[in-house]
Nanobody
């Protein structure tokens, strides 16, 4: 069974950068589209970005376009989320999951979630 583990979160000042990793074990990640989501207290879980199994299809939420970049390295069984120009509103728990990569990055299309990594952006 595919198991996902997120890492790379932490505390960063506004305008800074972080790179999150979504590492897979138990199966080859190349067979799975991957989505990144985030959730802050009191807010709905938000789809941030997704990438198809081969990397040919990529989508971003409007709130992160131009600042975040999703990539995948199937040889390393890892999907990355490079986050630049971070804002306090980017604060939340970031999770990755397998699913379908569509324009809306809706969580209803995803399953097999990781546990998440905390990202905190200070003013």
């Amino acid at each position: 069974q595919l198991h996902l583990v997120e890492s790379g979160g932490g505390l960063v000042q506004a305008g800074g950068s972080l790179r999150l990793s979504c590492a897979a074990s138990g199966a080859s990640l190349e067979n799975y589209p991957i989505g990144w989501f985030r959730q802050a207290p009191g807010k709905e879980r938000e789809g941030v970005s997704c990438v198809s199994h081969s990397g040919g299809t990529i989508h971003y939420a409007d709130s992160v376009k131009g600042r975040f970049t999703i990539t995948r390295d199937n040889a390393k069984n890892t999907v990355y989320l490079q986050m630049n120009s971070l804002k306090p509103d980017d604060t939340g728990v970031y999770l990755c999951a397998t699913g379908l990569c569509d324009t809306d990055i809706g969580q209803e299309w995803y399953n097999n979630w990781g546990q998440g990594t905390q990202v905190t952006v200070s003013s």
